[in-house]
């Protein structure tokens, strides 16, 4: 990265990679501005309002915020090229790079250590980043979700600027640039069917591995990445012989006790999933030579990621979470986790985006058929769309049919509805990926019961 301060503009910067990489070029002193079209919606959005205070300026996605001083643009990638930000930028010969390129740039100037897997990959991230300042490690992070604990007024809580080598990122494999990074370290904490079929996942994960200089850290339970060609991997598991294996696990029902190497361990976040994200983390940190015990005394403070089994309500007898879950292997493992909390619970579910819907359509109705208890309600909102060009050849209620067939109590609703009826249930949990608004609802939610 140069030293001297850059002029940079983001379209698309509400998104959470985008805004990760805006602010933190921001707080390492550049001049950032970037526009959004959920901002254009919604100049209120919280989003924007931490990115002004942070310093940067937003602009109308029309193109006025491009102009000849810029040094670089950076554009997400569902920004579609007949924007009329992208005409202006290409128009006017000023670089464009595309997130995930201007991130695998950004890596090449510092320590990276890459975290990877078709789920967790946010939470390990954030939680590898807050027990690396909690060590004293003083590490940079760009991330996709947002740390509650780095969140501020001028941080949306997915990055954060330290003054050493290290640089944490989450890395995402969803438009395959994955296979471009080179980082130092690598985390590969599991592949299932995601954004594409597992065969092609499995070959970008072996390419990262490969690209990998020095350790990759990967899970030994997990079938599918046990196929791939990997060097002298360092393994971690739960049920299986590994270099860092967990024993002695407890399930509390919203958190997690465990040993490592003899040592102790509380884990404020439930469920085995999170349990192979906190052990992923433990075994990095202890290959780049932190002691275990230290890393027992800061694991306990990890408050969790916004969207992240996020609890809204919980009075003993209602209560409401949020959280991110959108894939089928996501959606199992909390509704496995979920069942530890309470005897009924009523579902919502947002898929997003219709391309991802069709592909998954199976896998969906499967995961629900297995999870759903006769005790338990699902109710499917509309698919969420987010604009571009797709066919829009399927709809929640096909979903709803497949689970219905397998004799699982199932609805199609919108969510005004929902609120006018919600004395039907006491226990809610709304999941979907994407839309900043389904947090919102369950707010709504909670503060209705």
């Known amino acids: 990265m140069t030293s001297r301060p850059l002029k940079i503009f983001f379209s698309g910067i509400g998104g959470s990679g985008v805004s990760a990489i805006a602010s933190f070029m921001a707080d390492k002193g550049h001049a950032i501005s970037g526009s959004d079209r959920a901002f254009d919606k919604d100049p209120n959005h919280p989003v924007c309002r931490i990115l002004k205070s942070g310093g940067v300026s937003i602009t109308p996605q029309d193109g006025t915020g491009i102009d000849n001083s810029l040094d670089l643009t950076v554009f997400s990638t569902a920004v ?11 128009s006017l010969k000023i670089p464009i790079n595309t997130r995930p390129e201007y ?21 390990t991230s ?39 080598d290290f640089l944490v990122i989450e890395a995402c494999e969803s438009d395959g640039t994955i296979v471009n990074y080179r980082p130092e370290y690598s985390i590969i904490s599991n592949l299932e069917l995601d954004h594409h079929f597992v065969d092609k996942t499995s ?59 003899g040592i102790r361990f509380s884990l404020p976040l439930p469920g085995k999933y999170n349990l192979y994200n906190a052990v992923s983390c433990l075994a990095i940190l202890a290959e780049i030579g932190s002691p275990l015990k230290d890393i027992a005394n800061a694991l306990h403070e990890f408050k969790g990621l916004e969207r992240r089994f996020d609890i809204h309500l919980n009075n003993g007898k209602k209560l409401v979470i949020d959280d991110y879950a959108h894939n089928p292997h996501k959606i199992s493992a909390l509704m496995q986790t979920a069942k530890n909390l309470k005897e009924n619970i009523c579902y919502i579910f947002q898929p997003h985006g219709f391309a991802p819907t069709r592909m998954m359509k199976a896998e969906y109705i499967a995961a629900f058929s297995k999870n759903l208890r006769d005790s338990d309600y699902l109710i499917l909102l509309p698919i969420y769309y987010a604009g571009g060009t797709t066919s829009k050849d399927i709809s929640s209620h096909d979903l709803a049919e497949g689970i219905k067939a397998n004799g699982k109590s199932v609805e199609v609703s919108g969510r005004k509805d929902i609120l006018e009826r919600l004395e039907r249930w006491d226990n809610y949990i709304v999941l979907g990926a994407r839309d900043e608004t389904l947090s919102d609802f369950a707010k709504k939610i909670a503060l209705k019961l």
């Open 80 to 90: 579609e090229h007949d924007q009329p930000e992208y005409k202006k930028a290409k």
């Open 126 to 164: 954030g939680m590898l980043a807050f027990l690396m300042q909690r060590l004293g490690l003083n590490p940079n992070f760009i991330g996709g979700g947002r740390v509650k604990q780095f969140k501020t007024e001028t941080n949306p809580g997915n990055s954060i600027t330290g003054d050493s």
């Open 103 to 123: 991130l695998a740039e950004i890596i090449s100037d510092f320590k990276a250590i890459a975290v990877a897997g078709t789920s967790g990959k946010s939470t």
């Open 203 to 261: 070959e970008m994960f072996e390419r990262l591995a490969a690209n990998t200089s020095g350790k990759v850290i990967v899970n030994a339970d997990d079938k599918n990445l046990g196929k791939i060609k990997i060097k002298n991997p360092v393994t971690f598991s739960i049920d299986s012989q590994s270099d860092y294996m967990a024993s002695g696990v407890i399930y509390n029902p919203l958190g997690t006790d465990f040993s490592l190497h």
